[in-house]
T-cell receptor
Framework: DTGVSQDPRHKITKRGQNVTFRCDPI?????LYWYRQTLGQGPEFLTY????????KSRLLSDRFSAERPKGSFSTLEIQRTEQGDSAMYLC?????????????FGDGTRLSIL | AQSVTQPDIHITVSEGASLELRCNYS??????LFWYVQSPGQGLQLLLK??????LVQGIKGFEAEFKRSQSSFNLRKPSVHWSDAAEYFC??????????????FGKGTKLSVIP
């Protein structure tokens, strides 16, 4: 079991730049979730995929954010024209949906710092 | 709106002492309930979950939690804390979003410090 893998672990960039994060879920998991965690808070839901379909997006996901899961395996989260408020830990989680709810398993996250 | 409350922001216990972390949720029905632990700079590790059935659930690392419907609570307990338990603990509920997913809604977390 290789677990959920996220890359990079840390990203420092200047305001206005674009950034892209990658998540590789547990191989047999068909659901993939993105969360954002700011300092002193719990993670907040951003979006989720079942296979390659993006089925739900939070109001937190502004137009500058886009997520893809083109082949139903890994996913990318892109932030365009980054702002100071985007500084956070971005967490990816995956789960196996077989008709009943199963726990989500998290990666170690990508910490984004905007200068 | 659904919410998860962890009343204690920071708790300090001595190694070997017992521990109870509180969690209350606000939801009309019985949700799926979870406890996760997060070490600094790391992701979240699942400690235990409650879906249905026995209201006392056992998890990893010697943790247990009890679901009390009448109090809308899901408190986490450990009889004897080890120094390695120092971390941040998050209670979460999975609510059906209406779009096919069970989104996790987290509390703000309780930071646990352990005194040797």
């Amino acid at each position: 079991d290789t677990g959920v893998s996220q890359d990079p672990r840390h990203k420092i960039t200047k305001r206005g730049q674009n950034v892209t994060f990658r998540c590789d879920p547990i191989s047999e998991h068909n659901r993939l979730y993105w969360y954002r965690q700011t300092l002193g808070q719990g993670p907040e839901f951003l979006t989720y995929f079942q296979n390659e379909a993006q089925l739900e997006k939070s109001r937190l996901l502004s137009d500058r954010f886009s997520a893809e899961r083109p082949k139903g395996s890994f996913s990318t989260l892109e932030i365009q024209r980054t702002e100071q408020g985007d500084s956070a830990m971005y967490l990816c989680a995956s789960s196996l949906w077989t008709g009943s709810n199963q726990p989500q398993h998290f990666g170690d996250g990508t910490r984004l710092s905007i200068l | 709106a659904q919410s998860v409350t962890q009343p204690d922001i920071h708790i300090t216990v001595s190694e070997g002492a017992s521990l109870e972390l509180r969690c209350n949720y606000s939801y009309g029905a019985t949700p799926y309930l979870f406890w996760y632990v997060q070490s600094p700079g790391q992701g979240l590790q699942l400690l235990l979950k409650y879906f249905s059935g026995d209201t006392l659930v056992q998890g990893i690392k010697g943790f247990e939690a009890e679901f009390k419907r009448s109090q809308s609570s899901f408190n986490l307990r450990k009889p004897s804390v080890h120094w390695s338990d120092a971390a941040e603990y998050f209670c979460a509920v999975a609510l059906y979003s209406g779009a096919g997913s069970y989104q996790l809604t987290f509390g703000k977390g309780t930071k646990l410090s352990v005194i040797p």
